[in-house]
């Protein structure tokens, strides 16, 4: 399986450096200037940092979840790994979100985009506390809307974050979106720590418990955004 995954990757890769339009270099600093540069990017940029910082505690939400839905499914419905891959397959409509995001980012603005995609992934795990209220059939079938629905949140917002960050520099978007991508990151690192973590501790409870704060974490980030953007359009006029 391995092999065939990576016999995929450089395929793919092949393709897309065939394919791929190529753009002239605009930059004349050295690689060691530019790893220099990004660090002066995020001091320089504060909506970068909170951008950042909500996308990142949305990843920690998402890899808690990803990393233990097939001991769960296991554990509770005696399901194998292949079942938990069906869900992956229903989380992965999210990827119709970036269009429709960037719709909505262009119509209502990226700052909204990434609140209301906050507050779909926050609800979407939110709703997964009734899973024992409910027969077996409708537990799962409420773990396969949640999985769509954070799913579309996360990828929303991260759209939304990408407009955000984009427009703080044009001619740094690689490395703007570096910077953001590393918070991502390790977002998605901590979240199957804490994720596994809690499972043991807390059950599936624990790892629900923790999406939910982090989602309310990122929504309150983004509000908070918001209002200081309004403050200081009142203040201004």
Same mark, same amino acid.
């Given at each position: ?11 793919? &890769?092949?393709?897309? #450096? ?37 996308? &990142?505690?949305? /990843? ?5 979840? #990803? ?12 399901? &194998? ?21 960037? &719709? ?99 059950? #599936? ?31 201004? /006029?």
């Amino acid at each position: 399986m391995y092999q065939a995954a990576a016999v995929s990757v450089a395929l793919i &890769g092949l393709v897309m #450096w065939r394919v791929l339009p190529r753009f002239a270099v605009h930059s004349t600093l050295s690689y060691p200037q530019l790893m220099a540069s990004m660090a002066h990017l995020w001091q320089r940029y504060p909506a970068l940092r909170r951008a950042a910082l909500a996308q &990142g505690a949305l /990843s920690i939400a998402f890899s808690a979840f #990803w990393s233990t839905l097939a001991v769960m499914l296991s554990e509770h419905y005696h399901m &194998g790994s292949a079942v938990a891959g069906g869900f992956g397959i229903a989380g992965a409509a999210g990827a119709l979100a970036a269009p429709l995001a960037g &719709g909505l980012a262009d119509k209502f603005g990226a700052g909204k985009v990434t609140q209301m995609g906050a507050a779909l992934v926050t609800l979407s795990f939110a709703l997964m506390f009734v899973l024992p209220l409910l027969p077996v059939h409708a537990q799962l079938a409420l773990i396969a809307l949640s999985a769509i629905g954070f799913d579309l949140g996360l990828q929303s917002s991260l759209v939304a974050h990408q407009n955000l960050v984009y427009g703080l520099e044009p001619q740094a978007r690689g490395r703007l979106n570096a910077l953001l991508f590393t918070v991502v990151f390790i977002g998605m690192s901590l979240g199957s720590v804490l994720g596994s973590k809690l499972y043991v501790l807390a059950g #599936w409870n624990g790892v629900v418990t923790l999406a939910v704060i982090t989602g309310a974490l990122a929504l309150a980030i983004r509000l908070l955004e918001n209002a200081r953007i309004l403050a200081a359009e009142r203040s201004a /006029s």
